[in-house]
């Protein structure tokens, strides 16, 4: 396939083809698998936040704190940054731009003066359940692609990975 006719996806088989002849013994299926789920995925990612998230003045990542937050507050800080995958030092930053717009608010913990516990504001859980309406939309339409069998059988799948010690490793390196 000429370079001019490639597209985001049709660049795995490419890269594929390429690699394997500048590194024999390349393991073809094992790249394909981790840049198929990286792009799938960071295609969906970009879906979701330029049609969600973007409109809404959030980011990605301030969605997945809010999302957190949503579910789960009160709660601390470090464990906010554990549960979306994120740094704390990142998760810090988003909060001072969460709670500058209103949808956030912070306190000590009871148990630790050291520690932080983060809480959405009334705004923010209104602002939230509808943003959440928008973007279960968009997960459907994603996964409208699939039938449900097809669904059950790649969420366990990705399920059985995830439960792997390289995965449990990395989950713990957040």
Same mark, same amino acid.
């Given at each position: 396939?000429?370079?001019?006719?490639?597209?985001?996806?049709?660049? &795995?088989?490419?890269? &594929?083809?390429?690699?394997?002849?500048?590194?024999?013994?390349?393991?073809?299926?094992?790249?394909?698998?981790?840049?198929?789920?990286?792009?799938?995925?960071?295609?969906?990612?970009?879906?979701?936040?330029?049609?969600?998230?973007?409109?809404?003045?959030?980011?990605?990542?301030?969605?997945?704190?809010?999302?957190?937050?949503?579910?789960?507050?009160?709660?601390?800080?470090?464990?906010?940054?554990?549960?979306?995958?994120?740094?704390?030092?990142?998760?810090?930053?988003?909060?001072?731009?969460?709670?500058?717009?209103?949808?956030?608010?912070?306190?000590?913990?009871?148990?630790?003066?050291?520690?932080?516990e983060l809480s959405?504001?009334?705004?923010?859980?209104?602002?939230?359940s509808s943003a959440?309406?928008?973007?279960?939309?968009?997960?459907r339409t994603w996964?409208?692609?699939?039938?449900?069998?097809?669904?059950?059988?790649?969420?366990?799948?990705?399920?059985?990975?995830?439960?792997?010690?390289?995965?449990?490793?990395?989950?713990?390196?957040?």
């Amino acid at each position: 396939m000429p370079d001019d006719d490639l597209d985001y996806w049709s660049f &795995i088989d490419v890269a &594929i083809e390429r690699t394997a002849r500048e590194q024999p013994g390349l393991d073809a299926a094992a790249m394909r698998l981790v840049l198929s789920l990286y792009r799938a995925s960071n295609a969906m990612v970009y879906d979701l936040e330029s049609t969600v998230h973007r409109p809404r003045g959030w980011s990605w990542p301030g969605f997945r704190v809010l999302f957190v937050l949503w579910l789960t507050a009160p709660m601390e800080a470090k464990r906010v940054a554990q549960l979306s995958g994120m740094s704390r030092a990142a998760v810090s930053a988003l909060v001072n731009t969460l709670e500058r717009d209103g949808l956030v608010s912070r306190r000590k913990a009871g148990h630790d003066r050291r520690a932080v516990e983060l809480s959405l504001t009334a705004a923010g859980r209104a602002t939230m359940s509808s943003a959440f309406a928008a973007h279960h939309d968009r997960e459907r339409t994603w996964a409208s692609a699939l039938d449900d069998d097809e669904v059950a059988t790649l969420t366990r799948l990705l399920d059985k990975m995830m439960a792997s010690p390289v995965a449990r490793a990395a989950n713990r390196r957040h």
